[in-house]
Nanobody, 116 residues
Framework: QVQLVESGGGLVQPGGSLRLSCAAS????????IRWYRQSSGNRRELVAH????????QVIDSLKGRFTVSRDNTKNMAYLQMNNLKPEDTAVYYC?????????WGQGTQVTVSS
């Protein structure tokens, strides 16, 4: 059974940090690129970060560079999104996506709320 399970979300004050985790099972994790998306209320889901199957390539969208980093550990079938200096506009549900050509798997999402 294919599963992607995000964790690590929660309520954090502005300027705080969170590390989201994505635990994968039921498929060959190292064959898949991992993408992190987020969706805030009333908005479309947007791509936040991408790490290639081997982890050699890791990118964060320009507007989040310097605050967010993406990584993975293929020995643990895990991917991570480190988020620093969080802002209220980062409030969203964050999703992990495993992508390999025509195959896509999604997690259920984890809520991140940035508020004082």
């Amino acid at each position: 059974q294919v599963q992607l399970v995000e964790s690590g979300g929660g309520l954090v004050q502005p300027g705080g940090s969170l590390r989201l985790s994505c635990a994968a099972s039921g498929f060959t994790f190292s064959y898949y690129d991992i993408r992190w998306y987020r969706q805030s209320s009333g908005n479309r889901r947007e791509l936040v970060a991408h790490v290639t199957d081997t982890g050699a390539g890791a990118q964060v969208i320009d507007s989040l560079k310097g605050r967010f980093t993406v990584s993975r550990d293929n020995t643990k079938n895990m991917a991570y999104l480190q988020m620093n200096n969080l802002k209220p506009e980062d409030t969203a549900v964050y999703y992990c996506n495993a992508w390999a050509g025509t195959t896509n798997y999604w997690g259920q999402g984890t809520q991140v709320t940035v508020s004082s």
